[in-house]
């Protein structure tokens, strides 16, 4: 009989203190560059009327104690009813029985704070060594992750936002006002892109609001937005601007995401994308000079939910 723990967001949010996951996740890349996991390709529902898509990610790494299976949902129209856009959960199973250990019914706040660990951990490995200045395009909830991520791993002294919504982005400001950092509104994307060497994109948009022209020498974008195979929120000559085009996963990537909006223009090969474990481990080289443009594109890989619900059912026997 399983004796599955299970915990709502109430109980799995108290334990955060407590988890660590930058090095975890950072480990959990590498394993999976190494051809060390095993995970299938992303299921997806996607609805029209209300709109609103379901990512359903699954895996294991090899060696493991458990495998993961997450779902998670957004419906943006969610938020004219009180209810949180995001929903989901990920379980856990013993991976020599498939017993189940734990369900975590999270909300999707998990997938949205493994996300923001993902890009701060790309973002550092990636942009200029020195860099105090970020730039969070968008107002959602990944963008207050990644603001709040970089800093635990960046010596970021200033955030830089921008979004479409004027009363949104004022919400954002005032949301990461208890950050110790200056946090400034940009209402225009030009500028603000134009004079930014570290940017971090995190929108839903399905046509590109950032133009290959704004982008300078030296710059890094991690780009976390664009997870489905209809998103998009850089202009794809960008890709070929760039000296280095990275994916968290080169298979996933080349079905949606940024990389994806790219080989279907042609404006990147596959055989020149790197892949995120590969960059943490060495085993690819990253940025080589302070002029490069980089890129790296974030679909979000089931090694990541692995990794905090792990975190989160270890927290659980501690506390």
Aim: proline content about 4%; aromatic content about 4%.
């Amino acid at each position: 009989m399983s004796n599955a723990m299970v915990l709502d967001w109430s109980e799995i949010s108290d334990l955060l203190q407590s988890i660590d996951v930058y090095e975890p996740m950072k480990e959990a890349f590498i394993e999976y560059s190494l051809g060390h996991a095993e995970i299938p390709p992303v299921g997806e529902l996607l609805f029209a009327d209300p709109p609103g898509e379901v990512h359903i990610k699954y895996g294991y790494i090899k060696g493991g104690s458990h495998y993961v299976v997450k779902i998670a949902s957004g419906f943006a129209n969610n938020r004219d009813h009180n209810v949180a856009p995001g929903q989901g959960m990920m379980i856990l199973f013993d991976i020599k029985t498939g017993v189940p250990r734990a369900v975590l019914i999270d909300d999707a706040n998990l997938t949205d704070l493994r996300t923001g660990i993902a890009g701060a951990i790309a973002s550092k490995a990636m942009a200029n060594v020195g860099v105090e200045t970020a730039s969070i395009i968008g107002t959602g909830v990944q963008a207050r992750h990644q603001a709040r991520c970089l800093l635990d791993v960046m010596p970021i002294k200033e955030i830089c936002c921008w979004g479409r919504n004027a009363a949104r982005l004022d919400e954002l400001v005032q949301d990461l006002s208890d950050l110790d950092v200056r946090i400034t509104a940009c209402s225009d994307l030009r500028e603000l892109t134009e004079r930014s060497q570290l940017v971090v994109t995190t929108t839903s948009a399905k046509e590109p609001i950032i133009d290959v022209e704004w982008i300078q020498p030296g710059t890094h974008i991690t780009a976390v937005g664009s997870d489905t195979p209809d998103k998009c929120e850089l202009d794809p000559r960008i890709l070929d601007k760039a000296s280095i085009v990275v994916a968290d996963s080169i298979a996933q990537n080349k079905e949606r995401g940024e990389i994806h909006q790219g080989l279907k223009q042609g404006t990147v090969k596959e055989e020149d994308i790197l892949e995120l474990g590969d960059i943490f481990s060495g085993t690819a080289r990253g940025r080589t000079s302070m002029d490069q443009i980089s890129v790296v594109d974030l679909t979000g890989v089931a090694v990541q939910d692995l990794v905090i619900a792990e975190a989160v059912l270890k927290a659980t026997k501690s506390s």
